[in-house]
């Protein structure tokens, strides 16, 4: 079974700075698909950035970017210029296949301040 | 275009009482999936779709909890009888899955289902 850590609850960032959250997974597949979901109170599940894992060009979205290192098993997602609508949940998740269920981490509360 | 619809938004139930969410995916997407979402945790799925044939059902309590797919559309989840574990957010998804390696599936949700059992 594959799990997803993510051993930040909690973190704070200044408006128009940069944070990193931390997730680390474990599987025994060669290939698969690691994301990165935000989750405003208003609960829907939005995807930030998506990374296939036979890519080893990090994968970037605006202002969201991902440093995957594959050997550690580590998918970090870095958000910079922090913006005040950044402030939610943020869920890794791993899939072993296209289609297939998401595992999804206990998440990170992302608060940013002015 | 529409996203994934779900309703109720909430739901306040005694236990042992029955309950019942429905979902209505985007159009044209193949799969749909229920996720069950604790109190401070991520999402955890109880059954997937592909059509409506349910491919991945081993994490859904079949002794209360049931779901349907008709005409590989619409979906409904029911939980008979509620208890007081069932209280969480039921999130509902879907996705066009074009083939096991297409790189570009995405899962779109719904806004969900707040479940109170008191």
């Known amino acids: 079974a594959q799990t997803v850590t993510q051993s930040q609850p909690e973190m704070s960032v200044q408006e128009a700075e940069t944070v990193t959250l931390s997730c680390t997974y474990d599987?025994?597949?060669?290939?698969?698909?690691l994301f990165w979901y935000k989750q405003p109170p208003s609960r829907q599940m939005i995807l930030v950035i998506r990374?296939?894992?036979?890519?080893?060009q990090n994968a970037t979205e605006n202002r969201f970017s991902v440093n995957f290192q594959k050997a550690a098993k580590s998918f970090s997602l870095k958000i910079s210029d922090s913006q005040l609508g950044d402030t939610a949940m943020y869920f890794c998740a791993f899939s072993p296949n296209s289609g297939y269920a998401l595992n999804f981490g206990k998440g990170t509360s992302l608060l940013v301040t002015p | 275009e529409a996203g994934v619809v779900q309703s109720p938004r909430y739901k306040i139930i005694e236990k042992k009482q029955p309950v019942a969410f429905w979902c209505n995916p985007i159009?044209?997407?193949?799969?749909l999936y229920w996720y069950r979402q604790n109190l401070g945790q991520g999402p955890e799925l109880l059954i997937r779709y592909e059509n409506e044939e349910a491919v991945d059902d081993s994490q859904l309590p079949k002794d209360r909890f049931s779901a349907e797919r008709l005409k590989g559309v619409d979906s409904t989840l029911k939980i008979q009888p509620a208890e007081l574990g069932d209280s969480a957010v039921y999130l509902c998804a879907s996705s066009l899955v074009r083939g096991a390696q297409a790189p570009d599936t995405e899962a779109f949700f719904g806004q969900g289902t707040r479940l109170t059992v008191v």
């Open positions: 599987t025994s597949e060669n290939n698969y698909y």
């Open positions: 990374q296939e894992a036979y890519k080893q």
């Open positions: 159009s044209g997407h193949n799969t």
